[in-house]
């Protein structure tokens, strides 16, 4: 349905399982600079008019023939306002079950299978992309507003939420109702958003927008540290959460840890379940250093960074690992390109053929990169970090077990090629050696988190069939390299990454796969969702208890699950 409200179209969506973007349908929304009110009008004159309404800035008026005079110039408006990539095209991107929904309050949702362990008593809670307002130009499905989902179990019962992060960037623009932060990841594709762009530094300098509240969307992760639940994007700083006795969520604020600008966290921070500490990183994509490391102690201070100088530039890292004495990271063929933005030349993240990948190892109470190791290993680009360890028989070897993208340059694209490796390095003699576990096509792994930097025999990974949207799960046998379980949600249904919670999560002497896999499973023929609890021994992972939803859940990235006891304390 569409409508028209203002001069400006508006279009409501209604779900089916090929529902186009709704983007939050209860309010209004300027158009993408490519469409037009009018067919009678020139495009470039109303998009003129378009993006002179949405910055509210004030521009001089210009006559409509000199518009059509540069319309008539061959391939210009190609170079003023071209076509978007299909990855960032919002028409494309957020339609079916990656379409955004609106929030939810909390509402208790049937058992329809099965019965929910007794002893599952906290909080499973999800993060995910879910735009609040129609991007005026392109907009990937990783730069989208956070929204958490979660379902909170009880005796037996179960009640579902989901809000959004009330993020610096999604409070302004609910103000205005309309975008008001430019997506760099996304990036500028011509004269008109690198035009735009400059019309956003003309509101910071007139003081409508502070950078140093940064201005990330919080969508990709959660975290426990010091206390506190963390909503988390490597763009930005965390954002804390509180979860309430009633299946609520509540944005309590940003958890400003650093006071400088373009201040920044991983998405996968590290806890260290013996020392009760956390590791971190932070990257830069304009300014050295391009990497920084750092780690909280128990109560959640932050310890002095040690700047990574020995990378070069600017790369794209999103995950690492730790062992016992060891942070581990991956600097990949994926590099930015910010200058290469902001002139309107398209997207953030550049694939380079000419770069080979490396893997840094440093002690993880460096004080300086002096003492961080570089190893040349071709072809391997790591998205997500399984686990790492030393190895017990020799204390110079680190074992790494992680996603390997193959199609790296593809990586904008829906469809990936990946392989599960076993990377071994010897940090004495620099020998690299490297084993496939799975050419199965498996991501998002998790494990027993009670194994994180120590030596593991199971992981529980996603069965890719587009970025994000996964048709089933495998748990993987580290040590022998074969799958000894998997479940497969059948035809149209798709889940998330498969959560491992551990029955007695403070007991590491039980088995280490004693426990629960946990997932959001939507059928796209039927346009439900449903939350599976599959037992984790079984190498059927048979289910033991499906929750129907109130209504779907949007693919997603990464989530935790939380004891009562840890959420009832914060």
């Known amino acids: ?9 508006i279009k409501v969506a209604i779900y089916h399982p090929k529902t186009k973007p709704n983007f939050a349908k209860k309010k209004h929304y300027i158009p993408t600079l490519c469409s037009s009110s009018s067919s009678q009008q020139n495009p470039l004159l109303s998009n003129f008019k378009t993006l002179k309404a949405a910055m509210k800035i004030s521009i001089p008026t210009i006559p409509p023939s000199f518009f059509s005079a540069i319309a008539s110039v061959p391939h210009l408006t190609d170079i003023i306002d071209p076509p978007v990539h299909p990855s960032v095209d919002p028409q494309h991107v957020f339609t079916g079950n990656f379409a955004p929904v609106d929030e939810l ?14 002893s599952l008593n906290g909080v499973y809670i999800r993060n995910g992309p879910n735009p609040g307002h129609k991007p005026l130009r392109a907009l990937h499905f990783c730069e989208a507003d956070g929204m958490l989902h979660s379902l909170q179990f009880s005796n037996g019962r179960a009640t579902y939420c989901s809000r959004y992060v009330n993020t610096y960037k999604y409070k302004l623009e609910e103000e205005v109702a309309s975008p008001v932060i430019p997506n760099f990841l996304s990036g500028f594709y011509g004269l008109l958003d690198a035009f735009r762009f400059f019309a956003y530094l003309v509101k910071i300098i007139a003081g409508h ?8 969307v919080a969508n990709t992760s959660l975290a426990f540290i010091g ?19 009633e299946g609520d969520i509540k944005t309590l604020g940003r958890w400003n840890i650093d006071k400088m600008l373009f201040a920044s966290f991983t998405a996968h921070p590290k806890f260290d379940m013996e020392t009760k500490e956390t590791f971190a990183f932070r990257y830069s994509p304009v300014f050295a250093p391009y990497l920084s490391f750092f780690r909280f102690d128990e109560n959640g201070v932050k ?8 990378m070069k530039k600017p790369c794209f890292i999103h995950d690492f690992a730790i062992t016992r004495r060891y942070a581990i990271f991956q600097e990949t063929q994926l590099v930015l390109s910010p200058f290469k933005v902001v002139m309107g030349g398209g997207q953030l993240v550049d694939y380079d053929p000419r770069h080979t990948p490396r893997i840094g190892i440093i002690p993880r109470y460096a004080t ?15 998205l997500h970090a399984v686990n790492a360890w030393e190895n017990d028989d020799d204390d110079e070897e680190i074992v790494l077990v992680a996603s390997n993208v193959i199609t790296i340059e593809n990586m904008y694209d829906k469809w990936l090629t990946l392989s599960v490796e076993k990377i071994s390095i010897n940090m004495k003699t620099g020998k690299v050696v490297r084993s496939i576990l799975s050419a199965g096509n498996l991501e998002f792994g998790t494990i027993n988190t009670s194994y994180t930097g120590k030596k593991n025999r199971f992981a529980y990974f996603g069965v890719v069939d587009e970025v994000a949207k996964l048709s089933g799960i495998v748990k993987l046998d580290i040590e022998t390299g074969q799958e000894v379980g998997r479940r497969f949600y059948g035809q149209s249904c798709f889940g998330g990454e498969p959560l491992f919670v551990a029955k007695e999560a403070e007991h590491v002497e ?8 946990m997932s959001f ?3 796209e023929k039927t346009g439900e969702s449903k939350f599976l609890v599959m037992d984790a021994k079984s190498p059927e992972l048979a289910v033991m208890a499906v929750v129907k939803l109130p209504r779907r859940v949007p693919y997603g990235f990464h989530g935790l699950f939380l004891s009562k006891e840890k959420y009832r304390y914060f």
């Open 1 to 9: 349905m569409s409508y028209t409200t203002n001069s400006f179209p």
């Open 209 to 216: 927008i502070n950078l140093m509240n940064g201005f990330g």
């Open 521 to 523: 499973v939507h059928d």
């Open 105 to 118: 309050n909390p509402t208790e949702c049937p058992v329809i299978e099965g019965k929910i362990p007794l």
């Open 227 to 245: 206390n506190k639940l963390l909503a988390l994007y490597e763009a930005d700083l965390p954002y804390e959460i509180k979860l309430t006795e």
């Open 368 to 382: 300086s990169d002096s003492e961080m190791k570089w190893f040349h290993v071709p072809g391997l680009n790591v």
């Open 510 to 517: 039980s088995d280490e796969d004693d426990g629960y896999v």
């Open 303 to 310: 310890q002095k960074e040690v700047p990574i100088l020995s």
